[in-house]
Structures are given as structure tokens and as C-alpha cells.
């Protein structure tokens, strides 16, 4: 069964940091992209970043690039994004989401329009504070 579950959300102030952890079971990040969408009510989901080790691929959202770092830990299997100098708008809930396939990243995580990834977290709340 594959599960992915979020941690490291929170209030932060702008300017601040926060760092999510995802961490995957029931697959390898070996074989899936694996990555970050966030929404806030009344909108889509947007995708935000994308790490494949598999197509050796990295994807972040305009909004976000010089701004949030993702990684990967293969032998834990979990991914993190590190959020640096946050802003209000940056508030929202915070889905990991993976999915298998030839350049998944950019298939799956790239806009906020379908198709979207197979596999979600529950979410988790950023809120950053002004």
C-alpha cells in the first residue's frame, strides 16, 4: 500500500524558514517522481516542485524558484522541501504527491491542471504571517 505522510508545516513569520518532510512507503523513490503541490481555498491545486531520480529531474513553480530547495534522502525514502525567505502568500496547505512514468515530474506536477499524480498525503497547514 502506498502511503505518503507530510510533517514540518506550521506559522512562520515572512522572512522565516520552514523545512516539509514527506516520508513514502509501498514504493521506491528509486522508480517515482515524488514532490509538492499546495492549495489554498477557492483555487486549484498548484504544483510546486518535482524531484525524479529516475529521469534525473528537478521541477519548481516560478513562484517559488530562489526560494524553496528540494531533496531527496533515497535511503529513507523521503523527500523535503526546504522554504526559505517565506512570504504571506506562500500560505496554504501543503499535499506530497508522487507518481511512476517517463518524465513524471513534468507530466504530473507542473501547473495546477490535470493530469495529477496518482498518489497524496493527507496535507499539512504553512501559514506565514506578515
Same mark, same amino acid.
Given at each position: 500500500?502506498?502511503?505518503?505522510?507530510?510533517?514540518?508545516?506550521?506559522?512562520?513569520? #515572512?522572512?522565516?524558514?520552514? %523545512?516539509?518532510? $514527506?516520508e513514502a512507503s509501498g514504493f521506491s523513490l528509486d522508480d517515482y517522481a515524488?514532490?509538492?503541490?499546495?492549495?489554498?481555498? &477557492?483555487?486549484? %491545486?498548484?504544483?510546486?516542485? $518535482?524531484?525524479?531520480?529516475?529521469? =534525473?529531474? +528537478?521541477?519548481? *513553480? *516560478?513562484?517559488?524558484?530562489? %526560494?524553496? +530547495?528540494?531533496?531527496?534522502? @533515497? =535511503?529513507? @525514502? +523521503?523527500?523535503?522541501? /526546504?522554504?526559505?525567505?517565506?512570504?504571506?502568500?506562500?500560505? #496554504?496547505?501543503?499535499? $506530497?504527491a508522487a507518481d511512476s512514468g517517463d518524465l513524471a515530474c513534468l507530466t504530473?506536477?507542473? &501547473? =495546477?491542471?490535470?493530469?495529477?499524480?496518482?498518489?497524496?498525503? /493527507?496535507?499539512?497547514?504553512? +501559514?506565514?504571517?506578515?
Amino acid at each position: 500500500e502506498v502511503q505518503l505522510v507530510e510533517s514540518g508545516g506550521g506559522l512562520v513569520q #515572512a522572512g522565516g524558514s520552514l %523545512r516539509l518532510s $514527506c516520508e513514502a512507503s509501498g514504493f521506491s523513490l528509486d522508480d517515482y517522481a515524488i514532490g509538492w503541490f499546495r492549495q489554498v481555498p &477557492g483555487k486549484l %491545486r498548484e504544483g510546486v516542485s $518535482c524531484i525524479s531520480s529516475r529521469d =534525473a529531474v +528537478t521541477f519548481y *513553480d *516560478d513562484s517559488v524558484k530562489g %526560494r524553496f +530547495t528540494i531533496s531527496s534522502d @533515497n =535511503a529513507k @525514502n +523521503t523527500v523535503y522541501l /526546504q522554504m526559505d525567505s517565506l512570504k504571506p502568500e506562500d500560505t #496554504a496547505v501543503y499535499y $506530497c504527491a508522487a507518481d511512476s512514468g517517463d518524465l513524471a515530474c513534468l507530466t504530473h506536477f507542473e &501547473g =495546477a491542471l490535470p493530469p495529477y499524480p496518482s498518489y497524496w498525503g /493527507q496535507g499539512i497547514q504553512v +501559514t506565514v504571517s506578515s
